[in-house]
């Protein structure tokens, strides 16, 4: 079955990097684009970060553009997200998710953007 796998998370001070990754499995991971969500409690998941099945082209919101880069490794059924230049705000679980028939996700890993 598709499984997806998160790690990466933690505790990291403003202005600091923190990088993602997520290790898949169950599927034919090139062929499906994948994304990156987070949520903060009471609120709805936001995407943050999506790549084409190729890697190619990518796309963000303007809450995270300049300063998260989403990649993926076809090779290894990896794909990352890089953060940089992180704000409190940020702070959230962050899910991985394959657009599968379905959708399938990740259990999450928790960033936390603190002095």
């Known amino acids: 079955q598709v499984q997806l796998v998160e790690s990466g998370g933690g505790l990291v001070q403003p202005g600091g990097s923190l990088k993602l990754s997520c290790a898949a499995s169950g599927f034919t991971f090139s062929n499906y684009a994948m994304r990156w969500y987070r949520q903060t409690p009471g609120k709805e998941r936001e995407l943050v970060a999506s790549v084409t099945s190729s890697g190619v082209n990518t796309m963000y919101p303007d809450s995270v553009k300049g300063r998260f880069t989403i990649s993926r490794d076809n090779g290894k059924n990896m794909v990352y997200l890089q953060m940089t230049s992180l704000k409190p705000e940020d702070t959230a679980v962050y899910y991985c998710?394959?657009?599968?028939?379905?959708?399938?996700w990740g259990q999450g890993t928790q960033v936390t953007v603190s002095s």
């Open positions: 998710y394959a657009t599968v028939p379905r959708g399938a």
